[in-house]
């Protein structure tokens, strides 16, 4: 939303020296729904865009302390054994429940909230995550060491308007979706999102690529992975630890829906192969592609 004040009207960080830094997360969590609610309250009529992002679900997983969790048995240090046994790994996973049901009941008393304002069936409410958490289902911790699904693969969920009806399900989504189809949503012009890599959910159709890419390849290599009907694009590249968009990338590999390699005879083979089995993500992710013989 841009540095300073730049396209927003008031921003609330935990900063150090701030009034929030010196809240523990849980505490933190609730005093931003609490002025959440009275920025609404503020609000009679009219529109408006609240953003807020809770930690307690991120590493090392966190809840209120007035919070009863579910789960009895949890780990209590946070620290995470490296060989672990199964009961180990069931209670840093309890742990991890424990806080996305104090996320939840957050949300779900903020719901209410809006239900007894009468602001809640023409609201728009999107919930989602940065990323997801692996408890050693491929041999590694939380996130951060690969881009599979259980380390990328994040709910979207979207409430839209009673007047507008129950959008559509879709079986693949990426973050970069979430922008335009939020401004489909609210009638903007279709010009304003042309140009935009993610693509409006509101609208039909299916099989899109998706696309997930990291800054920390862990011990995988996998820097960006492309994914549609089944099949698997790997990529790495140089560098990839800057945030800056790569000249070069390099094709580690293309996985078809057995999970098995695809093996051609040469580069121009791999980049009709890239252009057949992931056609949208031309029009969407690169600008130009130029195979480069090694």
Same mark, same amino acid.
């Given at each position: ?57 991120? *590493? ?53 909230? /809006? ?115 089944? *099949? ?31 093996? /051609? ?30």
């Amino acid at each position: 939303f841009g540095y300073g004040t730049r396209l927003l009207t008031v921003l609330e960080q935990a900063d150090k020296g701030s009034p929030f830094s010196d809240l523990n997360i849980g505490e933190r969590e609730r005093v931003s729904f609490d002025r959440l609610r009275e920025a609404v309250m503020n609000r009679p009529s009219g529109g408006g865009f609240y953003y807020t992002a809770l930690d307690s679900p991120h *590493y090392n997983y966190y809840w209120h302390n007035d919070f009863k969790p579910p789960f009895a048995e949890y780990d209590k240090d946070t620290r995470f054994p490296m060989n672990p046994t199964k009961d180990e790994v069931q209670r840093v996973v309890n742990r991890y429940w424990n806080s996305v049901a104090w996320v939840d009941s957050q949300i779900e008393a903020f719901c209410d909230f /809006l239900k007894s304002q009468g602001r809640y069936d023409e609201s728009i409410i999107i919930v989602t995550g940065d990323h997801g958490e692996e408890f050693q289902e491929l041999g590694s911790w939380f996130h951060c060491s690969s881009l599979r699904p259980e380390q990328t693969q994040v709910p979207i969920l979207i409430k839209w308007p009673s007047s507008m009806g129950r959008g559509p399900a879709q079986k693949d989504a990426n973050h970069m979706d979430v922008m335009p189809t939020l401004m489909g949503a609210l009638g903007m012009p279709e010009n304003t999102t042309r140009g935009m890599a993610g693509r409006n959910l509101l609208m039909p159709g299916d099989d899109f690529t998706s696309i997930s890419t990291t800054a920390y390849v862990g011990k995988s290599g996998e820097t960006m992975v492309l994914r549609r009907a089944g *099949y698997e694009a790997v990529f790495f590249w140089d560098h990839y630890w800057e945030s800056e968009v790569p000249e070069n990338v390099v094709l580690e590999h293309i996985l078809g829906p057995d999970g098995k390699k695809v093996k /051609l005879a040469d580069a121009s083979a791999y980049c009709d192969e890239l252009k057949l089995r992931f056609p949208d993500a031309f029009e969407r992710f690169f600008k130009s592609l130029e195979v480069v013989e090694d």
